[in-house]
């Protein structure tokens, strides 16, 4: 059996197809292909409040091969979610059933709380400690979800419109920032030695250009190094000398912010990049779903 995971995000769509493996009563998942478009819908939907024409004929064109590639696959079961771009845009509806028409696939516009839910639906803490505290921060392009956990039991989660797409055209507000450290400070206070679990593709990025062994914590003080080192060079040099892709070259220094804003307001020493993101989290999502209709 294969399934499919569809993440439309502000700054790219991704495609996951994984292979669902029953072993002893337990499902599990192996990704099969990922393959990743930088549509960028963040720069209309922030800015304008519209997916502009171009935008949304690119998007469509993805989604249209994306169909194509489940169909070879031979994939059974899919889910298309779409985040905060399309949220903000009032064409966001629009667009998505365009992409029902003209692709075949039914794309839904999620709440930042559902997004939250799918993305520590990924299971990010399997390896893990359950009797420690964790704060999750996924960073998107135009959302930060945070969701706090306490000996395995969720405490608090929420989503905030702060994101590297927003940050880069100047569109987060100093109240959105101060809205998040308050969260943190409200919900960790009285919480000891919290660790931190970051989801996304800058984290990812972020953690390799670190060189940390796989498995292990990143911790602050690097990540703050690995910023600054980041930050001397221009944009241009990222993308030649560092060899960044363009569409990771310009967000991953936001990026980078806003984990080390997370991390220092809830006092977390280090940050554990376990490389799962949204499509990780969907995928689990339909073994769900799919699991307790079998059983």
């Known amino acids: 059996m294969r399934y499919a995971a569809i993440d439309v995000g ?23 292909t990922l393959i990743r478009v ?14 502009s024409e ?8 993805s989604m ?61 803490e399997v390896n893990i400690d359950k009797s420690k505290n964790y704060l999750y921060i996924d960073v998107g392009g135009g959302s930060t979800e945070l969701s706090l956990f306490s000996n395995g039991e969720l405490l608090a989660s929420q989503s ?3 994101g590297t797409i927003r940050i880069l055209d100047n569109q987060d507000k100093d109240e959105t920032w101060n809205e998040m450290k308050d969260f943190i400070r409200e919900h960790t206070k009285g919480l000891k ?4 679990i970051g989801t996304g593709g800058n984290i990812n990025k972020l953690f ?8 292990t914590a990143l911790s602050y003080i690097k990540l703050r190094a690995l910023y600054n080192y980041l930050d001397s060079f221009s944009l241009k040099d990222r993308i030649n000398v560092l060899g960044l892709n ?7 220094i936001p990026a980078c912010e806003i984990y080390l804003t997370v991390l220092k307001c809830a006092n977390i020493k280090s940050i554990y990049v376990p490389t799962v993101g949204m499509v990780d989290g969907i995928i689990q999502t339909l073994i769900e779903k799919n699991y307790t209709i079998v059983h």
């Open 64 to 124: 249209q091969a994306f169909r194509n590639l489940m169909d070879v696959y031979k994939v059974t079961d899919y889910m298309a979610c779409a985040t905060s771009a399309m949220r903000e845009a009032l064409n966001g509806q629009e667009v998505a059933d365009r992409i029902m028409i003209e692709a075949g696939i039914n794309l839904q516009i999620v709440h930042g709380e559902t997004e939250a839910k799918i993305i520590y639906a990924s299971h990010a």
């Open 193 to 196: 030695n919290i660790f931190g």
């Open 246 to 252: 363009q569409d990771r070259a310009d967000v991953i």
């Open 160 to 162: 905030f419109n702060l």
């Open 38 to 51: 930088p549509v960028r819908l963040g720069d209309d939907a922030f800015l304008q409040k519209n997916i």
């Open 208 to 215: 390799k250009l670190s060189q940390e062994k796989d498995g």
């Open 54 to 61: 171009k935008k949304a004929t690119d998007l469509i064109k």
């Open 10 to 32: 502000s700054n790219a769509v991704r495609l996951l197809i994984a292979e669902i493996i029953e072993n002893n009563g337990s499902i599990s998942f192996k990704k099969n």
